[in-house]
């Protein structure tokens, strides 16, 4: 093992500074715009004015007498209204992967903050359903953009002690970002006939806050030394640490850069059988977070509980009361995941998470048929389910989604490896956010035990396994972690010989 890779064991472990905590705060509002995105659509799609301008069909549809509560909204065009955004920053990502390094993290947070401005500028002047797909297609950028920077960014700044805290800064202001999406929807909702233009433009508000805010920050000391600008670094290093005495984190640093140098290529090295342990868990557990079902509630809360006979005020008032308790359990996690570690969270929340969505399913099945009404006592407590799962998945899969793959590469792989976790992340997003509607009205209240045998094995993963990554430095993983573990430790067994290494 190298000599620098030990010492970084406290180098990397390093204090709290203001600076790192002014930076990751800004950088997360790149979370913010990702986050009123998700909290803003499932309202305006449920607002009867948007309907009659561009959904004419459902807005007949949700207001015909007796039809089938489970098919109300079933449309497609509708569904791609909110997906086409995520098929965007799949594209989108991937591109910023490489602007990431080559350029850096700090100008790719500036690129989204732009797309997403300009994506919400043309949906607030929508006249016709292109203009509108336009618009998201670049907020869609934007959030690739974004999601990809804002993550790695702050987990490189971040002393390992504090990293699991400072990174889900991003995921809580997604929440706060859904929340905020959630209000104002329940006010537009009043504005008649333009109040959805206001929902919709109001996406420029943090991405102008993320723009200025950005211009402010450090770029990482990583990506400076990794493009060669090691004074630059060095400066940026010591900025940020509030001391001078860096050298063994700028050793370490500068170790890990000439590593990467002497690799193949990012993606070429993510094909190597040594990267193989990051790749898959840093994927899969982007495909777990989706399939946790979380973005049904996310997206179509208001839609659901229109489906169980709220009036669209009640629902949108519950899609708050969700994105309060969103938010507040979010601080849960800031608070725990450097002390408990991150897989306490994950298998503690997945069995929160599968006796909610269970006790959902059994509710529906018993009490929401296709043309009655769910009386009002269960429809509460369905509510209380929603918020039950809302809270766990807050303190666990949600933040961790993002926290662990941005944490388990070493440097030459790890904007490359990155981009498959948000690239995950968007696909399987767009895939539910495409297809949650017509699965309500084919497969009914059973959706919801679709999302159960998921929750089962992705809490079967993270116990068996999902490594533990608490206050390990970000550049010594593949020593103390990945080596180490049971199972994943059979591809480093002989990294100069790995091909003998069957998967
Ligand atoms: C997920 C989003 C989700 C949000 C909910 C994020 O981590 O990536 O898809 O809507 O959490 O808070």
């Not at 959805?196 to 508000?205: I, Q």
């Amino acid at each position: 093992m190298p000599a620098m890779a030990v010492v970084g064991a406290d180098g990397g472990g390093g204090k709290l500074t203001g600076q790192v905590l002014i930076c990751s705060i800004i950088a997360a509002f790149g979370g913010l715009m990702f986050g009123y995105d998700i909290g803003i659509s499932g309202g305006v799609t449920s607002m009867d004015d948007f309907l009659i301008k561009f959904f004419p069909s459902v807005y007949v549809k949700k207001h015909r007498a007796k039809q089938n509560n489970y098919c109300k909204f079933n449309d497609q065009y509708l569904q791609l209204f909110t997906s086409s955004l995520y098929l965007a920053a799949i594209v989108a990502s991937l591109i910023a992967s490489f602007v990431c390094k080559k350029v850096g993290r700090k100008p790719t947070m500036q690129a989204a903050s732009v797309f997403f401005l300009v994506g919400a500028i043309i949906n607030a002047s929508a006249r016709d359903l292109a203009m509108l797909i336009i618009g998201r297609l670049l907020l869609g950028a934007g959030v690739g953009f974004g999601n990809q920077a804002v993550p790695l960014f702050i987990s490189e700044i971040a002393p390992a002690n504090y990293r699991g805290g400072l990174n889900i800064c991003f995921q809580l202001l997604i929440t706060v970002g859904i929340l905020i999406a959630n209000i104002i929807n329940y006010g537009t909702s009043r504005l008649h006939p333009n109040g959805w233009r206001v929902s919709l433009g109001g996406a420029a508000v943090p991405a102008i806050a993320l723009l200025i805010g950005s211009l402010t920050i450090v770029e990482t000391p990583t990506s400076l030394i990794e493009r060669g600008k090691l004074d630059e670094g060095l400066r940026a290093l010591k900025r940020i640490r509030g001391t001078d005495s860096v050298d063994t984190e700028y050793e370490e640093i500068l170790h890990a850069t000439e590593m990467a140098k002497k690799a193949e290529g990012s993606f070429r090295s993510l094909a190597k059988p040594s990267s193989r342990p990051q790749l898959i868990c840093g994927t899969i557990i982007q495909i777990f977070q989706q399939f946790t079902g979380i973005n049904v509630i996310m997206f179509y809360a208001p839609v659901l509980f229109q489906t169980m006979g709220f009036g669209s005020d009640a629902s949108l008032l519950s899609a708050v009361v969700t994105g309060l308790i969103n938010v507040a359990s979010t601080f849960i996690a800031i608070f725990t995941v450097d002390r408990c570690g991150r897989k306490v969270l994950l298998i503690e929340a997945a069995i929160q998470m599968l006796v909610a969505q269970c006790t959902m399913g059994i509710t529906l099945a018993i009490h929401l048929k296709s043309t009655n009404e769910i009386p009002n006592g269960y429809a509460l407590f369905v509510v209380f389910l929603v918020s039950f799962f809302v809270a766990g998945f807050a303190w666990s899969w949600g933040p961790l989604g993002w926290l662990i793959p941005s944490e388990i590469y070493p440097l030459e792989t790890r904007s490359a490896g990155f981009f498959f976790a948000v690239g995950m992340n968007m696909l399987c997003t767009f895939i539910i956010a495409q297809v949650f509607l017509t699965m309500l009205c084919t497969m009914r209240s059973a959706t919801f035990f679709f999302f159960s045998a998921w929750i089962v094995v992705m809490g079967c993963f993270a116990t068996f396994m999902l490594p533990e990554t608490k206050g390990i430095p970000i550049d010594e993983m593949n020593e103390r972690v990945w080596k180490k573990h049971w199972f994943w430790k059979k591809y480093f067994k002989d990294e100069d010989d790995n091909q003998k290494v069957g998967f």
